[in-house]
């Protein structure tokens, strides 16, 4: 156990559904990331919150909208992905030099 | 950007054994960490070493960051040392374009 929540744990979707991905963190970290992690290949950095404000977006597909409404909550929506979008998608937080992950939620898009 | 390179990229060890997995990075960088991914997916943090020698029980792990590589030493492996073993930098601080390695995959058996 990190401290570091993400629901759900597994999703299976359609290219024509829409589904939103949370994570969630009561450690006190001011920073809040989402990942992708395919097979064979690194974990990609996909967003980066820091105080609720987004910090970084590594050209990710407008089809993943993220969203923090605050410091310990982080969001990704999802709509309209591709087969190819299916990964493990880990959410971690950080403050100071420590990232800590969640467990990730495993999508599968049909 | 920077590349992480990890070594070797699969590794069989019968447990009581001992080995050494190593990430070269092709930058200076001021953020490096060590994490394991259990066989569920579950991404630890097991050390932040940018440089210098830290040890936490049977694991230890050495960066000179002058030669731009690091190493994770595993002594005495048990079955649940098992999982892929991650290499992460960063070069202007925080997380924000974090670089992970495509990994060790470490099987430990009995």
């Known amino acids: 156990e990190t401290g570091v929540t993400q629901t759900p744990r597994h999703l299976v979707m359609g290219m024509t559904n829409k589904k939103s991905l949370k994570c969630e963190q009561h450690l006190g970290h001011n920073a809040m990331y989402w990942y992708k992690q395919s097979a064979k290949k690194p974990l990609e950095l996909m967003f980066v919150y820091n105080f609720k404000e987004q910090t970084e977006n590594n050209s990710v597909p407008s089809r993943f909208s993220p969203e923090c409404p605050n410091s310990s909550h982080l969001f990704l929506h999802l709509h309209t992905l591709q087969p190819e979008d299916s990964a493990l998608y880990l959410c971690?937080?950080?403050?100071?030099?420590?990232?800590?992950f969640g467990p990730g939620t495993r999508l599968t898009v049909l | 950007g920077i590349q992480v390179e990890q070594s070797p990229p699969d590794l069989i060890l019968q447990e009581g054994a001992n080995s050494t997995l190593r990430c070269n990075f092709s930058?200076?960088?001021?953020?490096l960490q060590w994490f394991h991914q259990n066989p569920w997916g579950q991404l630890i943090n097991l050390f932040y070493?940018?440089?210098g020698t830290k040890q936490n029980g049977r694991l230890s792990a050495t960066t000179v960051a002058t030669e731009r590589y690091s190493l994770l030493y595993i002594s005495s492996s048990q079955t649940t040392d098992s999982g892929v073993y991650f290499c992460a930098v960063e070069r202007s601080g925080g997380y924000q374009k974090v670089t992970f390695g495509i990994g060790t995959k470490l099987q430990v058996i009995p």
């Open positions: 971690a937080s950080s403050i100071a030099d420590t990232q800590y």
């Open positions: 070493i940018p440089s």
């Open positions: 930058d200076s960088v001021n953020n």
